[in-house]
C-alpha cells in the first residue's frame, strides 16, 4: 500500500501529500532507470542506419503506391465508386503518412542512426514534409521526455487544475469529486470536441502550445525567442520555420501547377489525418483517468516515464505507425531505443515494472470516448493527483 511506502522525495524534505495515491490504491514506485534498463537485451539499444533507412523506404513505397492509385479515382465512371474510394484513399494514406512522421519523431529522438547528422537530416526532411518544424519540436518534445507526467514542467496534456475550470475548492463543492454538472455536455457537444482537439489540436499545440506548459508572454513553436528555446537553439528553430515555409510554398507551387483541388484531395486532407492519429495516440499515451500524475514533491524521471499507457490499435495499424502506441512506455523510458527493437524491450519492461506497468485494450473508440469525459481536472493541492470530472 502507499502508506507503507518509503516514498524518497527527490526535491524537498517535506511530506509527500499522497491522499489520493492511497483513496485509489495506487503505489507511488522506487525502482530505479537502471533496475529497468539492466532487464532489458543490450541489443534492444542498438541503432542500426541502414535498417532504419529501410523502413524509410517502406512508408515511401506505400504513400507512392496509395497517390498512384488515387490518380485513378476520378476516371471512374461510377460517382458513388469515386465517393467512396476518395475515403479509402485518405484513410490509408494518413495511417501511412503518420508512419513517416513517426520515423521523423525517431529522428528527434537519435534513435533513427548513430550519426546525429544523419538523425538531423532525415528528421528535418521528413518533419517538414509533414508540416512539423523539426528542430522546435524536438526541443519541446525533450522538455516532455524529461518531465513525462509532472504537473508544472510537463510540455503538453497538462491536466486543468480544479480553480482553472472554476469550480469552488472541494471542500465547498457540494458535488465534491464528481461528476458535475457543468461538464454534463450533449452527445453532438462532446463529439464537436473531440473533433475540434483531434483535427485541430496539433496545429493549435504547434502555433500556441495549447494544451501545454504556460509561458510567460505566451509560447509557440515558431517564435524562437519564446519561453520553449534556450539562446543557443535560435538559429535552429530559424530554420525549422524556414522548411515550413519553403513547404508550404511548394504546396502553393503545386495548387497552381495542378490545381488547389488535387492539393487539397492528395495531401491537405491526409495531412488533416496524420495530425487526427497524432493527436488521438498521444492524448489516450497520456490521459487516462486510472493514471495520475505528480508534483516536484514525489516526481522523478523513473517515475514520470511509468505514467504512459500502451494501447493496441490492431496489427495493421501498429505496423504502419512503427508501433508508437503499443511500446510507448518503452519509449518514454528509453528515448534512443530504435522502433524496431521496442517490442521486444516491452516483453521485458512489462516484467520489470510488474503492477506499475500500464496498458489498455478497451477499444480506441470506447476509451476516447470515456477519458474526454471523465479526464476534466485535478485537484490544486496534493502530490499525486488524479483526474476528475
Not at 90 to 116: D, L, M, N, R, Y
Not at 155 to 163: A, E, N
Request: glycine share 6%.
Amino acid at each position: 500500500m502507499a502508506t507503507q511506502r518509503n516514498i524518497d522525495s527527490t526535491a524537498s524534505s517535506v511530506k509527500p501529500n499522497i491522499d489520493e495515491a492511497i483513496a485509489n490504491n495506487w503505489e507511488v514506485p522506487n525502482f530505479t532507470i537502471k533496475e529497468i534498463r539492466d532487464a532489458i537485451p543490450a541489443h534492444c539499444f542498438r541503432r542500426d542506419t541502414f535498417k532504419s533507412f529501410t523502413y524509410v523506404l517502406h512508408d515511401a513505397i506505400f504513400v507512392s503506391i496509395l497517390a498512384i492509385a488515387a490518380t485513378y479515382i476520378d476516371t471512374i465512371p461510377n460517382i458513388y465508386a469515386r465517393l467512396a474510394l476518395w475515403p479509402v484513399y485518405w484513410i490509408a494514406q494518413s495511417i501511412v503518412g503518420f508512419g513517416v512522421w513517426i520515423i521523423g519523431h525517431e529522428c528527434g529522438h537519435q534513435a533513427f542512426s548513430p550519426s546525429k547528422t544523419i538523425n538531423n537530416s532525415v528528421g528535418f526532411v521528413l518533419h517538414t514534409i509533414l508540416l512539423t518544424p523539426y528542430y522546435s519540436w524536438r526541443y519541446s518534445h525533450s522538455k516532455h521526455h524529461k518531465s513525462n507526467g509532472h504537473m508544472v514542467k510537463d510540455q503538453v496534456h497538462i491536466p486543468s487544475l480544479r480553480s482553472e475550470v472554476g469550480l469552488p475548492p472541494r471542500e465547498q463543492d457540494s458535488q465534491a469529486d464528481g461528476p458535475h454538472d457543468l461538464f454534463d455536455e450533449s452527445p453532438l457537444m462532446t463529439l464537436y470536441g473531440l473533433f475540434e482537439m483531434l483535427v485541430f489540436g496539433w496545429p493549435a499545440y504547434l502555433i500556441k502550445h495549447t494544451t501545454g506548459q504556460v509561458y510567460p508572454g505566451g509560447a509557440s513553436h515558431f517564435i524562437p525567442t519564446c519561453g520553449i528555446f534556450e539562446p543557443g537553439q535560435y538559429w535552429d528553430v530559424v530554420t525549422s520555420v524556414a522548411g515550413i515555409a519553403g513547404m508550404i510554398g511548394l504546396l502553393a507551387y503545386c495548387g497552381q501547377v495542378f490545381g488547389s483541388l488535387a492539393v487539397i484531395k492528395y495531401y491537405v486532407i491526409p495531412y488533416l489525418g496524420v495530425n487526427f492519429w497524432l493527436v488521438l495516440i498521444t492524448y489516450l499515451q497520456h490521459t487516462d483517468a486510472k493514471v495520475p500524475h505528480y508534483r516536484e514533491n514525489v516526481w522523478n524521471f523513473q517515475r514520470g516515464a511509468a505514467l504512459t499507457v500502451d494501447r493496441s490499435f490492431g496489427f495493421l495499424i501498429n505496423h504502419f505507425h512503427h508501433h508508437i502506441a503499443d511500446t510507448h512506455v518503452a519509449h518514454h523510458f528509453f528515448s534512443t531505443m530504435p522502433h524496431y527493437h521496442a517490442e521486444e524491450a516491452t516483453v521485458h519492461i512489462k516484467k520489470a515494472l510488474g503492477k506499475h506497468y500500464q496498458s489498455d485494450d478497451t477499444p480506441i473508440a470506447i476509451a476516447l470516448w470515456n477519458n474526454w469525459k471523465s479526464c476534466r481536472f485535478v485537484e490544486d493541492e496534493g502530490d499525486v493527483v488524479f483526474y476528475k470530472n
